[in-house]
């Protein structure tokens, strides 16, 4: 429960869905903290407790958990950083929130919430919306609610919701636009301060700079500044020596284009004064095009293992529709001094970019393949994004894209969505690289003693109806279900899952298909059938949320937030022909169970040794 004279603020900000049980790294909440730090030096501690909702929760809870621990805590405002990947989730667990505490403020923040995002503005799901850079609006709407919840002047950058309930999105109520902030100085930091500790994952995420003087159409970043503001040489070091003294590995530089200021030879030197010894590895974001082999070597001696930089397209006509243009000799020599410099250098290719074409994309890929221009290759679709320049000229440019996230374009003039699908194909095929490739299944690790990571259901059980406790569910889950014939059971076992679907939509779930008996290879192949499959994808699908559109384009057999696998007796796996084993892969991952059980016996999956047959994708 909250103090009766200081309201509790809470800050929430929901990591990228995994698609495995394996642990979630890097969702470090540092905008939430940078609004609790500025908030609290302008005196708001006084009225508010303001805390960060732990990343242990929030990188582990499922859906309905994660409705239920907030609403425990009892918040006054609860504040959500919004990005692609969890906007969607967020404004679910904003909404079942609001159901259980009425009175809760909602307030949403981040990349997602721009003037233009129309869908997320109209719904019912919170009270203010702050537009570009927060931490002033966000200190100054604390400010004006201190003496009651009715705001009396509009606040730049802070979107108030028209209170008609059938339609909250007004263009015409648009904020003023937030001037950012005028020195990064006075801000401070997060670390320091002791909001955030670099030590929990050996990890320091480190702004120098806000603004980029590029003002590429695929990227919002560059709506919300107006010019490039900087950390000082002294505030630098400072964060670097806190990332020394806490032990950490990694220092992430957040910067938009990190050799986009004058003086990056000196801020190169700068780093690796504040890395002595070479503690810790840096990486960041640049342009190959502005390195030379000077500033290669100086990359090396501050530490830079990896890179990553953009090179988009080739085209002349795609580069003059995204503003952004390369120069290939340029590029060229800034790669190949890096390589020399034994730094790993990741590569960005988008593919539906307005101008480019089958073949200006192919003789991109080509154009790095065959130049041995890279370390490795990141080959994206192209997100139409809110706020960006290309959402604004969507329509005059012919672009079609999905309306929800990832907001992929599925057409362009020149590129259908068949061409899209194929490039992706043959990109993967050029760099013998599968994108965003699905891990092996984690059935060791699918269960724990209070069911919150997995659950078995035996459906030839009269109770295989219910489900035990799903409000305690964590986000990565493993329904395990068991049955002596699962084309009889596939109703039942598809009601199963979307009963825990409906409880928690934006689960991570891998559904595990295991016989209860030791089948012969006509009963498995009678069982394994391809309706069950088709009506399980169905219960699986029956929402799709972001990850389901992000693989949307990907070649292969269909990927997402949910998979289903099949585990299988290794000894039939000859028996059971190499082209039915192959259909099986286009729907399930298959697993092969080492084990010399007795037939119907009722073991543990951990007793079991398993074999992964592999991703079993097809061409698509």
């Not at 537009?131 to 200190?139: A, H």
């Not at 930089?309 to 790669?335: C, E, H, T, W, Y």
């Not at 928690?504 to 009678?526: D, G, H, K, M, Y």
Request: glycine share 8%; net charge negative.
């Amino acid at each position: 429960m909250h103090s009766p004279t200081r309201r509790s603020v809470l800050l929430v900000q929901l990591p990228i869905p995994p698609l495995s049980p394996a642990p979630i790294r890097g969702n470090v909440p540092l905008a939430a903290a940078y609004l609790k730090l500025h908030a609290e030096q302008k005196g708001l501690g006084k009225f508010y407790n303001i805390d960060l909702f732990p990343t242990t929760q929030s990188n582990t809870f499922g859906d309905r958990l994660l409705v239920r621990t907030l609403a425990e805590s009892d918040p006054w405002l609860v504040g959500f950083t919004c990005y692609v990947w969890n906007i969607e989730r967020t404004l679910w667990i904003a909404r079942e929130l609001k159901q259980l505490c009425p009175n809760v403020h909602i307030v949403l923040g981040g990349p997602e919430i721009t003037a233009d995002n129309a869908w997320v503005l109209d719904t019912a799901d919170y009270d203010f919306a702050a537009v570009g850079e927060g931490e002033q609006t966000f200190t100054e709407l604390l400010l004006a609610l201190v003496r009651g919840d009715v705001l009396s002047v509009p606040i730049p950058g802070l979107y108030v919701p028209a209170a008609a309930a059938n339609c909250r999105y007004d263009p015409a109520r648009r904020p003023a636009f937030r001037t950012p902030l005028p020195d990064l100085n006075g801000l401070g930091s997060p670390y320091l301060a002791g909001i955030l500790d670099a030590a929990d994952e050996q990890m320091l995420l480190l702004e120098t700079t806000r603004g980029c003087v590029f003002k590429c159409k695929f990227c919002y970043y560059p709506k919300s500044y107006d010019k490039q503001y900087y950390l000082s040489a002294e505030n630098i070091l400072a964060n670097l020596r806190h990332a020394v003294d806490r032990g950490v590995r990694e220092v992430f530089l957040l910067d938009p284009t990190l050799n986009q200021r004058k003086d990056f030879g000196d801020f190169l030197r700068l780093l690796g004064q504040g890395n002595p010894g070479r503690r810790f590895e840096y990486f960041g974001e640049l342009r190959a095009e502005g390195i030379t082999a000077q500033t290669a070597d100086l990359l090396r001696e501050a530490g830079f293992t990896e890179v990553e930089v953009g090179l988009q397209s080739i085209d002349p006509d795609a580069q003059s529709k995204m503003d952004r243009k390369n120069n290939l000799k340029a590029f060229q020599r800034g790669v190949r001094a890096m390589l020399n410099q034994g730094i790993h250098v990741k590569v960005d290719l988008i593919v539906g970019l307005p101008g480019d074409t089958v073949e200006s994309v192919r003789r991109g890929l080509h154009y790095l393949r065959d130049g041995g221009l890279y370390s490795d290759v990141q080959v994206f679709n192209l997100s139409i994004l809110p706020g960006t320049a290309f959402r604004q000229e969507a329509e005059q440019l012919g672009l079609k894209f999905q309306p929800r996230p990832p907001y992929y374009v599925l057409q362009t003039p020149t590129l259908s969505r068949e061409h899209l699908f194929g490039l992706m194909h043959e990109a993967q095929n050029l760099f013998a690289i599968e994108f965003d490739a699905q891990p092996a299944p984690e059935l060791d690790a699918s269960t724990d003693s209070a069911g919150r990571r997995g659950m078995k259901v035996n459906l030839d059980s009269p109770e295989a109806a219910t489900l035990s406790d799903s409000d305690s569910c964590h986000q990565a889950f493993t329904l395990w279900l068991r049955s002596a014939s699962f084309d009889e059971d596939r109703h039942k076992a598809a009601g199963t899952i979307r009963r825990l679907l409906d409880a928690n939509p934006f689960t991570t779930l891998q559904v595990v298909l295991e016989p209860t008996c030791q089948p012969s290879p006509s009963a498995i192949q009678q069982n394994f059938s391809l309706r069950l499959f088709e009506t399980l994808t169905a219960a699986c699908q029956a929402s799709p949320t972001y990850l389901d559109r992000y693989y949307a384009l990907q070649p292969g057999r269909p990927n997402g937030a949910k998979r289903l696998i099949a585990v299988l007796p290794a000894q039939l796996r000859p028996l059971l022909g190499a082209e039915w084993i192959e259909q099986i892969g286009g729907h399930a991952s298959v697993v092969w169970r080492q084990s010399t059980a007795q037939p119907c016996l009722e073991e543990d999956f951990e007793a079991h040794e398993y074999a992964w047959a592999g991703p079993q994708r097809t061409a698509g």
